[in-house]
């Protein structure tokens, strides 16, 4: 019995190997096209046999380069403070007031997961002409916020749910208003839960290529996904420098997910028990 689960243990891992190489397959080949000459990537090999890193020294040295991290990050860190700040009040607001209909209005806002980007394009993108958002910061920043309201709400609401609400009538009886209960009680215990939602928002708003590319025509205000367009020529003769830049730009959501792995695993756990 004991020699069978070591076997299937065995197996198990044997299976998470060859899928975990799998899926990192895509990103070494990236980096290994970033790593040749315009010669040797168009050469039919695995590995590049002599690697270069003139791509990157292109990449960085492209004047727009500094300006589009810029935009990035501005309308990616200000869309995680403005989500965080909706999805927390609305949760708490529908976790605690229960009125008529109070579940209808949370299941319509999780209905708006199922609208894919593509189907409001057109209409966004008057409405955004309309008010003159268009190049503007805010063009994608209200935007972002309204598509990942509805997951966040999702994640943290559930948390909310299991919150004991014997410690909140502590802290009423202390003389504590909502907000102060909020702010002291509630939201300490559910940062795992707001991490979720927050490095789920810093990554989308960071990838994010088709609103971009629409709402941003003006160079000095496009953001990251755009820049592989700036190293694409008509004929595609120097990929090195555009999978450079992908590289590049991969980087940092890699970097933000792998740290705070753990708690985001742990916030979706604590979010999906109740929802």
């Known amino acids: 019995m004991r020699r069978t689960s070591i076997s299937g243990r065995t197996l198990a891992y044997v299976v998470l190997i060859v899928l975990t190489l799998f899926s990192v ?26 690697p270069i890193l003139d791509n990157y020294r292109t990449v960085f040295n492209n004047p727009g380069f500094m300006k589009f991290f810029l935009n990035s990050a501005i309308v990616s860190i200000l869309t995680v403070l403005l989500t965080l700040t909706v999805v927390i009040l609305a949760s708490f607001g529908l976790s605690r007031i229960k009125i008529r209909g109070h579940a ?67 802290a009423v009886l202390d003389g504590a208003t909502s907000i102060g209960v ?17 490095i789920w928002q810093f990554l989308y708003s960071w990838n994010e290529f088709f609103l971009s590319l629409v709402v941003m025509t003006d160079n000095f205000m496009k953001t990251v996904p755009l820049l592989p367009l700036e190293f694409q020529g008509p004929y595609m003769t120097d990929p090195g420098a555009l999978f450079a830049i992908l590289t590049v730009i991969s980087i940092v959501p890699m970097v933000v997910y792998v740290a705070l792995q753990k708690w985001f695993v742990g916030g979706l756990m604590a979010g999906s028990v109740k929802g």
Not at 36 to 50: G, I, K, Y
Request: net charge negative; aromatic share 10%.
């Open 104 to 170: 209808f209005v949370f299941y319509l806002l999780i209905a708006g997961m199922m609208v894919p980007l593509a189907a409001l394009i057109v209409p966004l993108t008057v409405s955004l002409k309309d008010m003159n958002l268009l190049n503007n910061y805010f063009g994608l920043i209200g935007p972002f916020t309204a598509i990942g309201t509805p997951f966040g709400m999702l994640v943290l609401k559930g948390a909310m749910d299991n919150f004991p609400r014997e410690l909140e009538e502590a």
């Open 25 to 50: 397959l895509p990103t070494v080949y990236m980096i290994d096209l970033s790593l040749r000459d315009p010669v040797q990537s168009f050469q039919p090999v695995l590995l590049a046999q002599h």
């Open 182 to 198: 909020l702010w002291r009680v509630v939201l300490p215990t559910v940062v795992p839960s707001l991490l979720v939602v927050a």
